[in-house]
Structure formats: C-alpha cells, structure tokens
C-alpha cells in the first residue's frame, strides 16, 4: 500500500513534512522518503524503514532541511520520492499505485524509442514511480503528464508531484485511494489520510474526486482537471487498513466501524460473557457490537506497544505470524472460563487468526466467538498493493472452496451470496479449521450500509468478484 503527504506554506514547512509523513506509517513498512524545495534544489532523503520508525531515521537530517514547500510518501514497495530533471523542469514524484500493465505500457509507449531507458531495480522490475516520471515527460505540462498517466495505468495510481510552483495532486481515476487537502493561515496540505490534520493545525478543506487534479500553491488551490463521474473507492479502507481518525467522502473511519459493529450485533443471538476486539482495527467494530447488544466490552489481550508498535504487518508471513503472535498478551483473568466474543476486520489466510484462537483456550476460555467485520474474502485485489504477497490460492475461503468442491469451481458467485448452501458449507468450514465455538461474518449489504455513501461508489471486489 502506502500514504503520501505534501505541504505547500508561505513559511519553512519541513516539521509539517516530518510529522505528516510519519503519520501514514500504519500503510507500509518498506521504505519512507521526503523531497523539500530549498529554492533553488531538492533536499531529499529516502531510507528503510524495514526495523525501524519513520521518525528516528529522518529527525537528525531535520536540522539541515529548510523550505517552504515538501512532499513525503511512505512505501511498501519502492524507494520514493524520485527527484527528476526534465524538459517540463525540476520535480520531485511519488505515488501510491499498483500498475498492473507495466510491462506493456513500456512496451507499447517506449520500447520503440531509442532515447529511452529504465533504471531496473535490484530484481530486474522497473520503479513503477519512474514508469510515472517517464510517461509525464513525454507530455507538453504536468497537467498532460498526468492525465496520461491516468490513461494509461491500470490498477491504481494517486500522485503528489512537487514542483518549484506548488504541488500538483492527481487522485486515481476511479478514487480508490483518497487525497484530502487541509488548510490553515499560509498554508495548505495534501494527505491520504485526514487524521494528519488536528494535530498539525490544518483543517478539512476539500477532498480530490476519482481523477481530479489541483495545484496546491501557499497562495491557494487551483483545480487543474475536473473529477470524473465514476467512483470506486476501496471500502477496505474503512473496514480495515485506514486509520480510526481519519474521514473520507465525509465518513469517519471509527464512526463506521462503530456502526457496523452494531449491525453485526443486531443480527446475532449468541450468549456470551464479553466482547472484544482483536487490535487495532476490530477495536471499532467490536465498540460498537457492544453498545449495540449491551455486553460489557473488554480486552482480554493487549497489544505489547513498546517495541511491537507498528500496526501494519511485514511481508514475510512467517515474520507477519511470529509478530503477530509476540504482539498480543493475554490476561488470564479477563479469558478464564469466559464465553468470548472478538470482533476483527476480516479473516484473510486465517494463520494468525488460528494462533490466536489457540492461546484464548490455553488460558481456559470456555468459547470463542468470532465476527469478521466484512464477507469472506473470495478474491484478491487487483487494484492496491497493501496484499501483494496474498496470493488467492491462500485465502481462508478459497482453501475452504477447494476443500468443499475437491477442484476451483468453475463460478464462485454461490460462494459470494449469504443465502446459499454453498456459503454456509464455507463458512462452516473455516470455523471448524480456526477451532472456534460459532463464526458469523458481517453481510456485505450490512457493510455497504455501516459506510453509507452509496454501493455504486464503493469497490467491493475482493468480496463479489465483481467490477464495476
Ligand atoms: S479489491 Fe478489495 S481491497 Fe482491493 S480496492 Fe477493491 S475493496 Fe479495496
């Protein structure tokens, strides 16, 4: 995945640059970068962020960076920003983008041209924010550049592009990750997520639409290119990886996991002792599944902060597993002889889920109940890169299909629709294979209602199958 922020300011801007940044740590663990114009060059700076925090490794070069306008992303993938000399001038680029046609956009645009080349990284792929700076090199404007950028990608792409006039902030075509301009006296921001804002004195100030491009100066905000009509915005956003204080389309991530948890309760009749959350992000859902059912809310494991803190998991899945497991302490108090109920975001591969489950019962509880926040995950995505090592083969509901039917079945619509054998046999037997006393996930109706901005506008293919 990733998070991207920039500012723009009639004074030095570098700390709002730090500290915005670093607050989309929680949407990737790769590397962290940061591009400040000093007036006449870029500072920038780009390190791995693998072992360590955003923070540590940027603060002592804070000192030396001065300006009054930056941009900074935090990366799943590759190192950014890249900082580019071209005919249009000097810039500095980063995005949040998976292109699934990299190779034939190179291809098919560049191959034939003998000025061109790519940089390969150390696995023989191409920078795919280089892929970007290319195709908005060969157009006459940064306007240009961008809309061809939209044209050509497919997947996703949101772009922040520095220049020495401001910064240029080009949402993806179909909106399926959010950027959100924040305001205060001489200055203005641009973020994935709007929780950056309280804290560094911006306020809400206009959220780009699916395609829109502006450019952000410290005298005001010009709107380059118009949104288009379609939207597809990730509803995983909410349900999952976006953070709790953050809004968007006008939806508090932490108000719809509230809502959705009640939901979840109003169509449920277990007898249970507690309810809880798994952390962090099934803490709103299961608030709001315990006002809703008036069960006493707790958390009869907590999360080990002090050096566990990232909440976003490695790649690696056994790392993910050994962290996830080292993370959590339970309190044997709140677990013994409890009938449990947890609320989580969802159940991908169910591994972590099933470590989880197991140590509940070595400290005695009496039964665990689960309650994804979301349908079973039937397909991957194709659109964003926060699953790139999830291959569909190793989600919990297509082992169970493959189990069930012996073979991938040649449709797997029954396996989407709550109100078929099919799905109660799936469901059934991820249950039984996570060893849990009952398992009910949240309906896909019931989701789309707790977000409330309309199916139309929301992706929801890793659930359906089904492009808009
Ligand atoms: S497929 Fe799922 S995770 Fe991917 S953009 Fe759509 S809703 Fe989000």
Redesign the pocket.
């Known amino acids: 995945m990733g998070g991207l922020f920039g500012v723009v300011s009639k004074e030095d801007c570098v700390m709002d640059v730090y500290f915005g940044t670093d607050y989309h740590s929680h949407l990737g663990t790769s590397r962290g970068g940061m591009a400040v114009w000093s007036g006449k060059s870029f500072n920038k700076s780009i390190h791995n962020i693998e072992n360590t925090l955003f923070r540590a490794k940027f603060e002592a070069e804070l000192a030396n960076t001065k300006g009054n306008m930056g941009i900074g992303c935090i990366s799943d993938t590759e190192p950014q920003p890249l900082t580019v000399r071209s005919h249009l001038g000097q810039y500095a680029l980063s995005t949040v983008a998976k292109i699934n046609n990299l190779n034939d956009i190179v291809d098919k645009e560049f191959s034939n041209r003998k000025n061109i080349h790519f940089m390969e990284t150390s696995k023989g792929a191409i920078n795919p924010t280089e892929l970007v700076s290319v195709i908005i090199d060969h157009e006459d404007s940064f306007k240009d550049g961008l809309l061809k950028a939209q044209e050509l990608i497919e997947g996703?792409c949101s772009i922040l592009l520095l220049t020495p006039q401001g910064i240029y902030a080009s949402r993806d075509k179909m909106g399926?990750t959010p950027l959100i301009v924040g305001r205060k006296a001489g200055a203005y921001c641009v973020s994935s997520e709007s929780c950056t804002f309280p804290n560094l004195g911006y306020v809400f100030n206009y959220e780009l639409g699916p395609g829109e491009i502006i450019l952000l100066t410290p005298d005001g905000m010009e709107k380059i290119a118009p949104p288009r009509d379609k939207m597809?915005i990730?509803?995983?956003?909410w349900v999952y990886y976006g953070y709790p204080s953050s809004t968007y389309e006008g939806v508090s991530v932490e108000v719809m996991r509230n809502r959705n948890g009640a939901l979840l309760a109003k169509n449920d009749n277990v007898e249970i002792d507690l309810v809880a959350g798994v952390p962090d992000s099934g803490v709103g859902h299961a608030i709001g599944y315990s006002n809703q059912s008036k069960v006493p809310y707790g958390r009869p494991f907590i999360k080990y902060t002090p050096t566990w803190s990232r909440s976003f998991m490695p790649q690696n899945q056994e790392i993910r597993n050994l962290v996830a497991r080292m993370k959590l302490m339970p309190i044997p108090e709140l677990v013994s002889g409890k009938r449990l109920l947890f609320c989580d975001d969802s159940i991908v591969r169910g591994t972590q889920m099933r470590e989880t489950v197991d140590l509940l019962y070595k400290c005695n509880a009496s039964e665990v109940h689960i309650r994804p926040a979301c349908p079973p995950i039937v397909?991957g995505?194709?659109?964003?890169n926060?699953?790139v090592s999830r291959s569909e083969m190793d989600l919990a509901a297509r082992q169970a299909i493959i189990k069930l039917e012996g073979k991938e079945p040649e449709s797997l619509d029954a396996y989407c629709d709550p109100s078929t054998e099919q799905y109660g046999c799936m469901v059934d037997y991820i249950g039984k294979r996570l060893n849990l006393s009952t398992l009910k996930y949240q309906n896909i109706y019931d989701m789309i209602d707790a977000i409330g901005i309309g199916k139309d506008k929301?992706?929801?293919?890793?659930?359906t199958g089904k492009e808009a």
């Open positions: 996703s399926r597809q990730c509803a995983f956003l397909f995505c194709k659109y964003l926060f699953s929301l992706c929801t293919y890793c659930w």
